[in-house]
């Protein structure tokens, strides 16, 4: 057996609360899921190609995954992560599965463990807890599944019941696959995001190129601010046309600036020439966010902010892999100063959405509940990456409710590219909100009525209403 | 029902720890209130006029409430905040009760709906939830309560078992108020505390016309250091005539400074000449308040300091409606390095007490204990503000505890200008307070005996003591 | 009866958790005392007197008990404490006693009073609470006790089943007590730790002198800096000759630097000369870091990093009494920029082990365990100092595992000089995480077998292993 097959998975001891958590999940738990952020793949929706062997999967592409395993010794190319410079590395798929197998018991703990335990037994159906002993029986029976129509994308999206999923894409893509989807006819909603950054950044990679790129494409003249901001204009609205309900942003810090319209072109030219001044390239991106948040009062995007990641942090993991292989690491981040800027240009904007993450929970009840509860454009968004977790969910409540509200907040991200662990994220996310409320409704704080009906707008409404999906 | 009258509002689930708590709070419930820091108009208590209507007395003057409503996209015009250009706004109580009321669910694991339903139900016999439905039911009770005899202030002072109460007064302040009090024979104990930001913080609107009139009421010169501090001596002893135990200091940050006698005077001179080096000002607060400590020495005034908040945040909203309307948003918060200079200054005095409160929970176990559980001069505020809550006083109690005790905190503050409320304040904290030694009791870390003990002073004799009441 | 001998001590209250708890414990309460980082007295171990009597033992050096007590205005000098000036102070052990004893109440809530219970009972077999009436019966009682051959310090040992003890020597060291401990025939391990602050900081006292005798006894020349580095080399090898497999280093901050050879080199002659540019004795400091990493990668021995003391925070008690009298204040620290030079230089070795500590917990989920979750040369030391407390260490659980999982962490560690408490703190420890894994199987996130095997790993295999005992 695996033990958080339990039904009561996640839900406090204690009897009495128990049962009334119990009801509030009862009451949530067959709700669609609204998936308004992130990181699947589109082509996978298109294509309906079945999904290659579990390992690549499962294994190779989840950096909570080969980070845990790394920090434990374990070779990178061990796990399938292939070098830049072309250095061998595993290609075995079984290979790396008994190499994760062997070391599960690392995950104890950790939200890894319940994702992938829901994942093996309420996908897969396997009821044996995975061990070195048990790793070719897993691995055999999801390869297995995985070959048969049933476990298609389209036919897991829909097994899933996922309403709508967002993915994210960067300003410069054709948005090729999501075309596909759309004229597909499948019915499934799946939505696109824009997501900017390699056109906002100056220490992105190959910035120029990219906004001579992002020139050509929209026809608008990116050698000078107005013609910038146009093209910004005119690829929101083509992401639109594809479902786009929002923009996300993932900046170093949540630093933005209101410069006035002369210094904004002046900085611009500066940038557009390749200043190297540290001061001037954040000053940019701290501007292209208030610009950002403008854009979206005219043309109604839901705007995310995701900041303070210090991306890429070993240089020698990246020099090696590349990006995006579990080094990212939080760092303190102030928003009462960096966002002020931005507030007093839109902040008190009724009709404004700007959804803010954080890494650092100690900016929870110091510094985002007091913002959001009382700028009408400011919302909170979930416990974010290393805090989308039990303890981390519960924190977010503890700490942001009792100032903010829940109103304030807008639902659950699953901000995932592991497609099959989607309901495993949600549901996790559900039985914390849950065991939330029920000690709310244990200490008379709330009554079970209004719990219900919080418990609805945290698994499905707020998130709606939130992204206007 | 309301579901926070019942009466183990607040209290573990679990049988034995509620059975627990139950006992400790059946020991303090019915002690006097002793409310050593707050905001409650003298006035109330000179004049012993009935209240306003329910929405001019419970609505309107709490930015608790009115930052909630207004994050929700509800202009603070319709709230009945007047702008200061004199644009119309919404007089009537009833309207402005309504908006409140199909808006109350907003407030859903708040305390400042803990607080609500406490004076709906305790004060005023509501059976009934607030909502849009029972909205004007609610109203007509309030109203046709506040208009009676029995619910003018001092008969609700009385009520409420309030053994004494601290106002808050500016250094300008005539104290008519108080002194009317004094003189009416009415046996209630209202007392006054120094307050001195408008003549200590350069930035206060009109400081300088300050300093001048705080000369002409003293008759000091405050035209130099000597005489600005003498002025300063005169009002504590003017305010201690009229019952002050303390003064309160409402700085930015927890800055302090000890510069030598000559300094100083050299830097009161360029303040006093309108200095605007934002360092210098800086500087001058932090100066004042090692000088506030030093005339607490002589004159035995408990010190209370309130750092950390940016006042005003959206300079739109303080524009339009001035100060103190719920955009006051807490920064992070040095005390380390910030309080040294005091500290070296007078910190080892025992015959000083000096109290810190801080918005910024992440100082708690870090900074805060460690400096109080050593130090004999300092003692920890209560959790403060956006932190007086369930979870709050919880958080400072995990977190205090255990490094400071219990002894080196105050007791509780209530901190409010909402009366009614206080009772409710007073009640939840006394709670909040049971449950964590309920639960110390129930893992064996404190003795049943002792925990009453705690509780007794938690409640009343650590605020009669510390604020030397 | 003493409340904290009850065998549930610390176990959470809902009896289904509770029973789940006592079971974990009961499997790993008898395993021996791994005790990796401490600062008892080795001269006890070599020479084997009795110890002195009971408050010279028990109150006077712990600087948890006599901070607290001074908080409340008791003087040093009534402790017990010797002001440097040679000023008179309290020599009479029972007078220093009874002081303690009236004020016990005090420490209610804290783990002092834990530990203190726990000696008292389990130790010395007293029932009865320590009080003013009860306090000559316990210092008589402890008195006989110590003047007993079974309570010298290896009989002690014996008792407290203590498998290895780790003691924490300086640089300069001869380490006569290890080898007079080594050469006695005694079976019991103590072993030695590397603390090379003295001739690492050239803010500590002597610094230039001790570079002199640092010179002197290695036979290197300490005025260059190959020097300099072969001094430390050749000292590592002789702690490691009596016993040491770890190295200490407790900076003000965690900065690290990664100076090319020559810019090293040009540092150290310009530090050699006594350089009184802060920065770049900080820069020193933080090169020394990397280097130590870098002679533990050749000889093994394990890094541990204590950063974010402000030392000897009163400059009036630093005067009066010295060093290490309870005015160490945790501070604010960066792990994430600070850490980066050492883990681009040496953070992807498998090979080597640098356990972090810290006092500021706000760095536990947003920096620590990102960081040791993906660098495999990092694990995360246990909660420390005044997070060594039950709460402490739940934070500290719950705000790793989920990102760091239960195996970059390393055990317990006692850090104590008060040698008489070591059994009670590692039992708090026990306890403490037996009630946290306890809760993950109630909560249906982990299998009791699991729990049962991270028990034993968290209470005694891990610090073997990290620490290579």
Known sequence: MIVSTDPDLLFPPEAGVRSLARDLYAGIKALPIVSPHGHTDPRWYALNEPFADPAQLLIV???????????????????????????????DGRA???????????????????????????????????????????????????????????????????????????????LGWHRMIRDSGWPGRVVTTYRPDAVVDPDFEGFSANLDRFGEITGCDTGNWAGYLQAHRQRRSFFKGLGATSSDHGHPTAETANLS???????????????????????????????????????????????????????????????????????????????????DSVGLERGLTVIVFTLDESSYARELAPLAGVYPALKLGPAWWFHDSPEGMRRFREMTTETAGFYNTVGFNDDTRAFPSIPARHDVARRVDCAFLARLVAEHRLGMDEAHEVARDLAYGLAKKAYKL
């Open 61 to 91: 592409p989840d950096h909570y995954i080969v980070r845990m395993l790394f920090s434990q010794g374990i070779a990178l190319e061990d796990l399938g992560v292939a070098p830049l410079d072309g250095s061998p590395y595993e290609r």
């Open 261 to 343: 319209e002369a210094a904004a072109e002046e900085l611009f030219s500066r940038i557009r020439r390749g200043s190297d001044d540290e001061r001037e390239r954040r000053l940019f991106r701290a501007q292209m966010l208030t610009e950002m948040a403008r854009m979206s009062l005219d043309d109604g995007l839901v705007m995310q902010i995701h900041p303070g990641s210090w991306r890429n942090h070993s240089a020698a993991a990246f020099h090696r892999f590349g990006r995006d292989k579990g080094f990212d690491i939080p760092t303190r981040t102030d928003y009462v100063t960096a966002l002020k800027p931005l507030l």
């Open 96 to 174: 790396i599965w008994r190499r994760f197998a062997e070391n599960y018991f690392l995950f104890r703990g950790t939200p890894t463990r319940l994702w992938l335990d829901h994942v093996f037994s309420h996908l897969f159906g396997i009821e044996e807890p995975l061990d070195a002993a048990s790793a070719d029986r897993h691995y055999d029976t999801i390869a297995a599944l995985l070959a048969r129509d049933d476990y298609r994308p389209r036919a897991l999206f829909g097994r899933f019941n996922i309403e709508v999923i967002a993915t994210t894409e960067g300003a410069l893509d054709d």
